[in-house]
């Protein structure tokens, strides 16, 4: 139990949590007012086509989208996240932000599309107000800071397990071996994407490849040092390269994957005040990446 504790709740930089919080709450403000994926012109369909996923009717209290409703949800979510990115009010401003993106995403995702990369920043928006203040110059640690990010942490790996689980489950293991790729690639890929598409053992080994790496995604958990700095690039490489060859992209989750990284090296040292949690000059000791 204590292991575990210890594993859940590690003592990590409350720096990292601030620099986490200027990552993910401006880039709420971009997906509501950016992204295609959002309720607004749902608030104009009629209501048959509305069928509320099921946390919507655990919660009971969120109603069913209307013009005004959603409108003035966007204004709500906005302002809380502006505010919270500074980390005034950190509680009372993410608390309402966490809950505001909670009502928009199941609005958005109760007409049938459900995004699944938005999982981990929704985890993010719930843990990252438990922290209470944060500072991009804090030099202290707190469990309260590593359970937060070890929530995150694990939100991003479920989102690459669950999919690989998603694909046994509607596709079995014939899933590696079958089109899907030359699907994607026909449908919205570029040239680079079609000549792919055209070598099938190519498209195979690719498939093959990725269900493989969701599977193994959890170990991330577990790396420390440049293993684990290796892992969350080649999550980068994965999404660029979707960028690039099919013009998808899945920014929530790759914001979330920084969680993993030690943001805290962007902090400027105090004069005379030592970082705990960066190795001592010559000590030889490595970064521990927890």
């Known amino acids: 139990m204590r292991r ?10 409350l720096a990292r949590v601030a620099w986490m919080r200027w990552l993910v709450y401006p880039f709420v403000v971009f997906d509501v ?3 295609v994926t959002d309720p607004i012109p749902h608030g104009d369909v009629p209501v048959a086509f509305y069928k509320e996923l099921p946390v919507r009717d ?52 109760s007409y049938s599309k459900i995004d699944h990369d938005h999982f981990a920043l929704m985890v993010a928006l719930l843990v990252l107000p438990t922290v209470g203040a944060a500072r991009t110059d804090d030099v202290g640690t707190s469990r309260a800071a590593g359970w937060a990010l070890r929530m995150i942490q694990i939100g991003a790996v479920a989102t690459y397990f669950l999919s690989a689980v998603a694909k046994m489950r509607f596709g079995t293991w014939l899933w590696a ?4 790729f030359v699907w994607a690639f026909s449908r919205r890929g570029n040239d680079v994407a079609q000549w792919l598409g055209s070598h099938p053992s190519l498209v195979h080994a690719t498939q093959w490849t990725l269900l493989g790496l969701e ?20 999550c980068f490489a ?3 390269t979707t960028a690039y060859l099919l013009h998808i992209h899945f920014l929530p989750l790759v914001v979330c994957l920084f969680a993993f990284l030690p943001l805290e090296r962007l902090s400027p040292a105090r004069p005379g005040r030592a970082l705990p949690w960066r190795p001592r000059a010559g000590s030889g000791s490595p970064w521990s990446g927890r």
């Open 33 to 35: 007012l950016v992204n």
């Open 4 to 13: 575990l504790l210890e594993w859940s709740m590690p003592q990590l930089p």
């Open 215 to 234: 599977f193994l995604s959890p170990v991330m958990l577990w790396l420390r040092g440049r293993a684990l700095l290796v892992a969350v690039g080649l």
């Open 58 to 109: 655990l919660l009971l209290l969120l109603p069913q989208p209307s013009p005004v409703y959603v409108r003035v949800l966007l204004v709500v979510i906005v302002v809380s996240a502006l505010v919270a990115a500074t980390g005034r009010l950190p509680r009372l401003a993410g608390g309402v932000c966490a809950i505001g993106m909670l009502d928009w995403m199941s609005n958005a995702f």
């Open 238 to 240: 994965f999404h660029a």
């Open 177 to 180: 071996n079958g089109s899907t």
